[in-house]
């Protein structure tokens, strides 16, 4: 299994970015997928959900109203786009599986909103 983030970056309070978390290694398209975030000193924390065939999406409170988490099965990706970001948004960003029992997580990328 492998779990690839891409699409971080810098951008300014009320901005926008789209990460991508590309999936290799598993049978993408039945298993549900979540991005997680960890900010400087803090614990990780989840921040979406989406089911295997895209119908489903939940949220953390903290993102609802201004992330969407999305899936392309035919692509193997996974998105995630923010949208009225805020420095609280500044972490590093992961997307997450689990596979037969097992926790996968991609490398992180990093986010910082920052003027």
């Known amino acids: 299994v492998q779990l690839v983030e891409s699409g971080g970056g810098l951008v300014q309070p009320g901005g926008s970015l789209r990460l991508s978390c590309a999936a290799s290694g598993f049978a993408f398209s039945g298993y549900p997928i979540n991005w997680h975030r960890q900010a400087p000193g803090k614990e990780r924390e989840w921040v979406a959900l989406?089911?295997?065939?895209?119908?489903?999406?939940h949220y953390a409170d903290s993102v609802k109203g201004r992330f969407t988490i999305s899936r392309d099965n035919a692509k193997n990706t996974v998105y995630l786009q923010m949208n009225s970001l805020k420095p609280e948004d500044t972490a590093v960003y992961y997307c997450?599986?689990?596979?037969?029992?097992?926790?996968?997580w991609g490398q992180g990328i990093q986010v910082t909103v920052s003027s």
């Open positions: 997450h599986v689990v596979v037969r029992d097992i926790a996968h």
């Open positions: 989406i089911f295997s065939d895209g119908g489903v999406t």
